[in-house]
């Protein structure tokens, strides 16, 4: 290979490394082999065991008093119920917001309506002031 007119050199990554014959590398891998046979052997052993204790443990039935655990998931629950109920609410300050604003609301209203009464009480009273200056005897 060529780079730039360079000749480089590819590295053997075997290069000064021992061969190794044949009959070596198959009795490594042989030994190899029957250390995961045994290793296999051991995880059958180990799985059945298991398997028996298992099928033991499901034939007797060993009964279990889960009132205390009830209880406690029972609360568990409560507690978190009660939880989400609080972060489901609104905050006081935004009740109080919106109570302010409704009362400005109605406050507004209300102004708007007395203004409105006391105008129109007005125009009367004065009409009804003007009729009793024309009838009023005059002296």
Same mark, same amino acid.
């Given at each position: ?64 008093? #889960?009132?205390?655990?009830?209880? @406690?998931? %029972?609360? /568990? $629950?409560? *507690? ?5 109920? =609080? ?16 009362? #400005?609301?109605?406050?507004?209203? @209300?102004? %708007?309506? /007395? $203004?409105? *009464? ?5 125009? =009367? ?15």
């Amino acid at each position: 290979m060529e780079d730039n007119n360079k000749k480089v050199k590819r590295r053997n990554k075997f290069a000064g490394k021992e061969d190794i014959s044949r009959e070596t590398v198959d009795n490594i891998l042989s030994d190899q082999i029957d250390q995961l046979r045994e290793i296999s052997r051991t995880n059958d052993e180990t799985a059945s065991q298991v398997k028996e204790s298992v099928h033991i443990l499901y034939e007797k039935r060993i009964p279990i008093d #889960t009132a205390k655990f009830e209880q @406690l998931s %029972g609360s /568990f $629950i409560n *507690e978190m119920e009660n939880k989400l109920r =609080k972060v489901k609410q609104p905050s006081k300050g935004l009740k109080w917001y919106i109570a302010m604003w409704l009362i #400005t609301l109605v406050s507004a209203f @209300l102004a %708007g309506y /007395f $203004i409105h *009464e006391y105008r129109d009480w007005k125009g =009367k009273a004065g009409y009804w002031h003007q009729m009793y200056e024309e009838i009023k005897p005059k002296n």
